[in-house]
């Protein structure tokens, strides 16, 4: 029998965890003459500090980049290592928070969620990471449907 795709196991993931890809960038395509090409630039300007921590706990811990005081620092550092290396990929997730309502419905919506950046070098891994960071968000709310639906079994 043949095996599934491993990218479609993790895109099926992403559907059962409810989470989205809002901006995928290859570092080492979006740097030209050390900086950021527009639009990224603008739109990693506006969550620097995020996009910084997702370096350095996506495997980039380098005194250059905890050091970065701007995006255009941040850049001229990652280009030195894409002019060596491949840099990676920083890919920003969405995923709506999840809410276990008074009858215990478990449900959600776009509109209250959660985003956060992350980093990898490849991008099979970078989609592990966010797919993690999904599926514990998601285990969470599960938790509280079961504690609370056994909390209102008890209470009868």
């Known amino acids: 029998m043949p095996q599934p795709d491993r990218h479609a196991r993790i895109h099926h993931r992403f559907f059962v965890n409810s989470v989205r890809l809002e901006e995928i960038i290859h570092i080492d395509a979006a740097i030209c003459d050390n900086l950021f090409i527009d639009p990224v630039r603008s739109r990693l300007h506006t969550e620097f500090d995020e996009v910084r921590e997702a370096l350095i706990h996506g495997g980039l811990p380098l005194r250059s980049v905890r050091t970065a005081a701007s995006v255009d620092d941040l850049a001229a550092s990652l280009a030195r290592i894409a002019w060596r290396f491949e840099a990676g990929f920083l890919v920003k997730a969405r995923q709506p928070y999840f809410i276990v309502d008074s009858e215990g419905m478990f449900g959600y919506s ?3 969620s959660r985003t956060r950046w992350f980093f990898a070098r490849a991008y099979e891994p970078v989609l592990e990471r966010v ?22 079994a008890q209470k009868s």
């Open 110 to 112: 776009w509109e209250l």
């Open 131 to 152: 797919d993690q960071w999904a599926s514990a968000n998601h285990a969470e709310a599960r938790t509280r449907l079961v504690d609370g639906h056994v909390g209102s």
